[in-house]
C-alpha cells in the first residue's frame, strides 16, 4: 500500500520536541489538510515549547501563544477579529493539550462550544501535564504512574470522557483520531475543515518521556489502543449521529498495549486485567451509542 | 482608542517570532541513527542460486512481469528449471512462515522462467569484451551458468560437453514428467544468444584436460558426479541389473525397454525414486524403493516421495542388499538383509548395521543400483578447491558437484556463478581479497553475480538479513497461498512422461497473488511509511530505482527509530552513532 504523503510540510525540521514525540505527528498531519491559511492559538503545552525559542517559531503559520486555560476563548477572540475583517476563509485551530482541554480550559471549550464559535478545536492526548513533568490529569487513565501519582499510589480514577462532554454541546463535528492511522486522521481534519461552528478532535499521541516507553514505539503504542479498543475511533455528528471509524475485530489484547509502557509497569495481572474489563465495557458501550444512532 | 500603528513598533517586532527553527541542528542530539543498507531477505540468503527474490516479487506483484524476469536473469539462467526441481530452501527460511505460510517462491520463479515463452531470453547486456578465453568443461547445470556468467562478464566462453547435448542431469537424469525439455531447452537459448561455444559430444580426456590449460586463459570443471560406484555386492554381473544413472539416461532418451515386472531399486536419493518411477513408466508392475535407513535420512525430497508413493511405488526402510541372486546368468532376486540404525556417522545420522540372521531372498526381475555418483574430473582426482571454485592451479576452477557441497541443482548454479566470479577475477587481474567480501548474499549465501558486475555489493553482504522480527506484520493480512500446485491423477502419470505437476489458474494470477504475498524483505518499495511517521520530517524520500532504499537527514534526526520500526519490510536498522 502506498501510503498517503504530506504536501504541505508545514512544521519545520528543527523543532524540539523529544524524539519520537506523537503530538509533533499531530502537527504535521493536522496543518497538511489546513495548509497555510490558518492561524494557531497556542496555549501553554508541550506544543508551546516545541516551536522552540523567541525569536524562532517552527510552525510556518501565525501562531498566538496563550495563557494555559485560553485555548478556545482565544480562538473564538481570532475568528471575531477575521470576521471583522471579511476574512472567512482562514481556519482558526486551537490546538491544546489534556491538562489544557479536559481540566483547566474546559470552561473556554465549554464556553465556545455552546456558543458554536466557528473555530477548530483539536485537544492532543498525551494524557497528563508532559510539559511540566508528568503531572496527572483527568486524561489520565486508571493504573497509570505520573510524578503525582506514583506506582505505590497509581491514579485510581478512570481518564474522563471528553467526547461525550462535547457531544453534550451539540457541535456539529466531533472525532477521535490516532497518529498510527494518518490516512483516517486526516480525513477527519477535512471534514472540521469544511464544517461550520465548532468542531472537536481528540487526537491520541503517545509521549516516550511521560509514558516511559521507547521512543521507536509511538507509532506502535498509538495503534496497539486502537487495535485493543482502549481509544476507539469514530464520530460524532450534531452531538447525536455517531459512527465508527474501524472495527478492530478480534480486538488484540489490551495488555499488548499496556506492557510496553513503563507507566503502566507496577501494574500486575489481576490489574490489567481490570483495565481489559473495562475496555471491553466502555467498547460496549460505545457500540451501542452508535447502533441506537447511526450517522 | 490607541490603534495599532500607534503602538511601538519596535516594541511589537520583540514579541513577533522572526525565523523557523531550521538553525538549529537537532541532529546532535541523536545516539542511535537509521542505516538503509541494502539488506539481503531471508530467503535470499538461503538461495543457493542467489536469486533475487524480493526484488523480483516487487515487479511480479505489480505484474510487471518481463521486469520480475529480467532480475531473476541476472543471477540465474534457469529459473524455470530451479522453479521445478529445485528442494526451495527458499520456502523453508521464508519469514512469512512466521505469519500464515511460506511464500511460494518456487512457483512463481516457475511462472516468470515460463514467461519466456513471451518475453524471450530477458538476459542482461553482457559487458565489454575482454578478449579473454575460457573453457568449461562440463555443460551440466554448473558449468552452463559458469559460461553464461563468464560470457556476460564479457569472456569468449568454450563449452566441452561429453553428451550430444547440454544439460548435464537436466536432461539425462531428472525425468521429462518432473522437467519437460521445452522448458529446458528454452531457458538454453542464451548459448547462442550469448555467443557461448558449445562442443557437445566431446568428452575431456587427460590429454584434452591438458591442452586446454595451455590453450585457454582460463578452465573451468564442471563435470558433475556422474561415476557410479556400483553395489559392491556378488552378482552384478547378471542380466537385469542396471546402474541408476545408465538407466535414467536410456529411460530419458526413450531407449529402455525390457525392465521386467518386477523391479527393485537400491538407495534412497533422488535417483532412486526417479529411477523407480521410470521404472513404472516403462511398464514394470511391482516397483520397490530399498533404503537401508529410515524415511527420515532419505535425501531424495519429501515431495518426490510421495508423488512415488500415490504411483504405486513402495518403500522399503532398514533393508540392504546382500548379494544378487540369479539364475543362467539372468537375475531372480535379492537376498536382503535387515539394517539397524548403529552409531551417528560423519553426516550425523545413525550408520546402518545389518541385523544377524536377517537375510531373505526378494524376487526380482531387474535390479537398479541408485547410490550417489562419485565425482570425478579429467584434471586430476584430487583437486583441492576452496569455496569460490579456484584449485592449486590458478588458471583451473571447479564447481558443481564435482566439488565439494550440496548436489542440488540450485547449489550447481550457484557454484557454477562463483567460479565464474572467481575466474572473471583472475582473468581481469583484480584483487579477489578486496573483493570478496562484498560478494555474498547475506554475507554466508550465493554471490551475487549482478553485484559484481556492477562493482557493487551484494544485498547483506555485510551480513545483515532480514528476519521475522524485523517485518512490521502490521501492515500485512493474512492470506493463504495463492499459488498451488496441482497433478495429474497418478493413472494418467505412469502412462508416459508428460509432467506431473502444473501451477493451478491462469498463470499470470497466480504469480501476482503469489507474489504479492510476499514481504518484499528488505527491499523498498516506497511506501512511504517512514516518510509519514517520521517526527522530525528527517526521512528523505527514495530517489533511485527499484530496490533503493530512502536516505535521512542527520541535520535533524534524533535518531527515535519510528522510521525503522514502522518499514514494513526491514529496510531501515538502527546503529549506534559515532560520535
Ligand atoms: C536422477 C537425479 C535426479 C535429480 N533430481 C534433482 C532435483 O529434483 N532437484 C535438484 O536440485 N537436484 C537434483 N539432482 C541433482 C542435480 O541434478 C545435480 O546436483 C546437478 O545436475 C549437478 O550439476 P553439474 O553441472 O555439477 O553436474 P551434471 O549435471 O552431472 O553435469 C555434468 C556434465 O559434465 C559432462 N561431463 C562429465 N565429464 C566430462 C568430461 N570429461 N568431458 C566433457 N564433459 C564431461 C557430463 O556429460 C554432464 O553433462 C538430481 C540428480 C539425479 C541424478
Ligand atoms: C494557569 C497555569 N497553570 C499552570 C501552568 C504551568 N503549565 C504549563 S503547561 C502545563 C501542563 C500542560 O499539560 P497539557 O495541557 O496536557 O499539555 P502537555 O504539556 O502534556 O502537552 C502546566 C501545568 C501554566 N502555564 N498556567
Ligand atoms: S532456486 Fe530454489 S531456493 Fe532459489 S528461489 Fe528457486 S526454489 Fe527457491
Ligand atoms: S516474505 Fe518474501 S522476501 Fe520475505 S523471506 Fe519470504 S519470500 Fe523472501
Ligand atoms: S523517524 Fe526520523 S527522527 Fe526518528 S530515527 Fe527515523 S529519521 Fe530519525
Ligand atoms: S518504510 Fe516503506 S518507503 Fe520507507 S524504507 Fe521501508 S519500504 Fe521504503
Ligand atoms: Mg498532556
Redesign the pocket.
Known sequence: MRRARIENELVSKGHVACPGCGAALAMRYALNVLGPKTIIVLPACCWSVITNRHPECCLEVPVFHTAFETAACVASGVRAALEVKGDNDTNVLAWAGDGGTFDIGLQALSGAAERNDDIIYVCYDNEAYMNTGVQRSSATPWGAWTTTTPATHFKGQEKKNIMEIMAAHRIPYAATASISMPEDLMTKVERARVARGTRFLHIFCPCPTGWRSSPDLTIELARAAVESRAFPLYEIFDGAKRRLSLDPAPPAPVADYIRPQGRFRHLDSAQIEAIQNRVDEEWLRLTKLIENNPA | MKEYADYDAAAMDLLRTTRNTLANKTGSWRHLRPEFGLKAAACAAACPAGNPIARFMSAAADGRFEEALRELKKENPLPGVCGR???RPCEAACNRAEFDEAVGTRAVERLLGDMGAEFGLCLPAPAAKTGKRAAV????????SCAYHLALSGHDATV????GE?????RF??PAY?LPREALDRELGFIDALGINMKTG????AALAARLLDEFDAVVA?????VSPGLGIEGEGLAGYFK??EF?AAANAGKAAGIGKSVIVIGGG??AV??ARCALRLGAEDVAVMYRRGREDMPA?DE?VAEAEEEGVRFVFHAAPAKLVGEGGRLRGVALMRMKPGEPDESGRRKPEPVAGSEREAHADAVIEAAG?RA???FGRALEVDEWGATDNEKLFL????APGA??????IG??KRAAIRADVFLRGSDFGALKGALLVGGAGAASAAAHRAGESAPGADGSVVRFKNVNTAYFSRAARAAKLERLSPEARVSGFEEVASVSGVAAEAARAEASRCFRCGECDDCGNCLLFCPDMSIIGKTAGAGAAPGFDGDYCKGCGICARECPRGVIGMIEEER
Do not use: K, Q
Open positions: 526441481v529445485c528442494p568443461v562440463g555443460g551440466g547445470p554448473a558449468g552452463l566441452f560437453e561429453a553428451g547440454p544439460g548435464g542431469l537436466l537424469g531428472i518432473r566431446c568428452r575431456a580426456d564442471a563435470t558433475g558426479a556422474l541408476g544413472l535414467l533422488n535417483t526417479d529411477a525430497s518426490e555418483g570425478d574430473n579429467p564447481c558443481g558437484d564435482a548436489r542440488t541443482v540450485a547449489s550447481a557454484g557454477g
